[in-house]
């Protein structure tokens, strides 16, 4: 059962341009939303969380934009670079209830040409 | 963070056949999680392991496919058993943790697996 639905499938994004990656998600109890980024022959690794009492969370170019009522959240990369081109996954947990179990989205493979 | 390694990081096996991948984590955890990831696809969690208990396993994930062993609290394998072309994917232990709390979690870096 997909509980995290990601779009797009795939990017291409200039550089500097600006990079945006949606989520949406079913399961109301969920409380924890991160961003994973994967380099090809890498283990994802943790690019940016936020939980669900704030709306937004920025990290230098990160910034994850989140709509509790909508139940959707949102990847933007400022001033996208080529070393950025990677596949970028959302996912989602319910830290009460699942432990650290995520449910990831289906991943979004990001290109940004130089 | 935790710093996780696996072994090995890829190999290629003949149909019928198991391999078991191991993973190694330089603090002690007391869940690890095993995950695959088929090619050109998101992550899917195979079990969770705690130590000092059985594995337990997602929907469409049993034990005797995917034998797992958790020794102690820095280790932990998966077996891939009577393995099929299917089972090509990379296999992905993770353990939870960090500043940012328990949500947190860690990948290894991954074992390739193709199965001919």
């Known amino acids: 059962q997909q509980q995290v639905k990601q779009s797009p499938q795939s990017l291409i994004v200039q550089k500097g341009g600006i990079s945006i990656i949606n989520c949406a998600y079913e399961n109301t109890a969920f409380d924890y939303f991160p961003w994973y980024q994967q380099f090809p022959g890498k283990g994802p690794a943790l690019l940016i969380a936020?939980?669900?009492?704030?709306s937004e969370k920025k990290e230098g170019r990160f910034t994850i934009s989140f709509n509790k009522s909508a139940k959707q959240f949102s990847l933007h990369i400022m001033d996208s670079q080529p070393g950025d081109s990677a596949t970028y996954f959302c996912a989602a947990s319910n830290g009460e209830t699942s432990g650290s179990r995520l449910t990831f989205g289906e991943g979004t493979q990001l290109t940004v040409n130089p | 963070s935790a710093v996780i390694s696996q072994k090995p990081s890829r190999d290629i096996c003949q149909r019928g056949t198991s391999l078991t991948i191991q993973c190694q984590v330089d603090?002690?955890?007391?869940?690890m999680f095993w995950y695959r990831q088929q090619p050109g696809q998101s992550l899917t969690l195979i079990a969770t392991?705690?130590?000092?208990?059985?594995?337990?396993?997602e929907s469409g994930f049993v034990i005797d496919k995917f034998p797992i062993s958790r020794p102690n609290l820095t280790f932990s394998t998966l077996t891939v058993s009577n393995m099929s072309p299917e089972d090509s994917s990379i296999y992905l232990c993770?353990?939870?943790?960090?500043?940012?709390?328990?949500?947190?979690?860690?990948f290894g870096p991954g074992t390739r697996l193709t199965v001919l």
């Open positions: 603090s002690q955890v007391t869940m």
């Open positions: 392991a705690n130590q000092g208990s059985e594995a337990t396993y």
């Open positions: 993770s353990v939870p943790g960090g500043p940012g709390g328990y949500n947190e979690q860690f």
């Open positions: 936020i939980r669900p009492d704030v």
